[in-house]
């Protein structure tokens, strides 16, 4: 079975412009949560999708939005970017009332 | 809400000495404690997790923790090391009273010598 998947790996952006990334769950797994990691800390936990609704949010702008679409595979977006938003931003998913979480390699975005 | 506090940056040790690694959490609610292992460009990995029952979890790779519930600890421990366990850990904890808000700690760098 295919892992989960972020696209793309690498990115690099510019202050001011959005960006998209992307997430495909392992099959079967129906929660998608999103995670910013900034190197040298661990990952701070930005949203959990659980079928097609939000189900927890962390300390973050609203600058930060998502979706999950009815394939469970979701999308977090980000406007208006700082040189902050710099970091790897991982994606994990898990199966229904899952304890464990699966992780993607994430996508790391370079703002400059 | 859930906290998690590694206490310990960094922890250099030669190869095939014992180690430990700390976790501290704090929660209002029964929690689920883990250990993931991140190395360098890759996503994180679960070494072990603890839902409930013995206090004592084995996990992946020869590691192990404990659940102290009255100290809040679960400290990573593993008898002998190799070069290969050279990688970044974390702790996380979430409650049990439903939803999959996981919160991790800061990790620990643990850098094993020859």
């Known amino acids: 079975d295919a892992g989960v998947t972020q696209s793309p790996t690498h990115l690099i952006k510019t202050r001011g412009q959005h960006v998209t990334l992307r997430c495909s769950p392992i099959s079967g797994h129906k929660s998608v949560s999103w995670y910013q990691q900034v190197l040298g800390q661990g990952p701070q936990f930005i949203f959990q999708?659980?079928?097609?609704?939000?189900?927890g949010r962390g300390n973050f702008p609203d600058r930060f939005s998502a979706r999950q679409f009815p394939n469970y595979s979701s999308e977090l977006n980000v406007n208006a970017l700082l040189l902050g938003d710099s970091a790897l931003y991982l994606c994990?998913?898990?199966?229904?009332?899952?304890?464990?979480?699966?992780f993607g390699s994430g996508t790391q975005l370079s703002v400059l | 809400a859930q906290s998690v506090t590694q206490l310990d940056s960094q922890v250099p040790v030669f190869e095939e000495a014992p180690v430990e690694l700390r976790c501290n959490y704090s929660?209002?609610?029964?929690?689920?404690l883990f250990w993931y292992v991140q190395y360098p460009n890759q996503g994180l990995q679960l070494l072990l997790k603890y839902l409930s029952g013995s206090t004592l979890v084995k996990g992946i790779n020869g590691f192990e923790a404990e659940f102290n519930k009255s100290q809040t600890s679960f400290h990573l421990r593993k008898p002998s090391v190799h070069i290969s366990d050279t990688a970044e850990y974390f702790c996380a904890v979430r409650g049990n009273t439903g939803g999959f808000k996981t919160i991790f700690g800061a990790g620990t760098r643990l850098f094993v010598k020859a």
């Open positions: 999708y659980y079928e097609k609704e939000e189900r």
């Open positions: 929660s209002s609610v029964s929690v689920y």
């Open positions: 994990a998913t898990a199966r229904l009332n899952g304890e464990k979480l699966f």
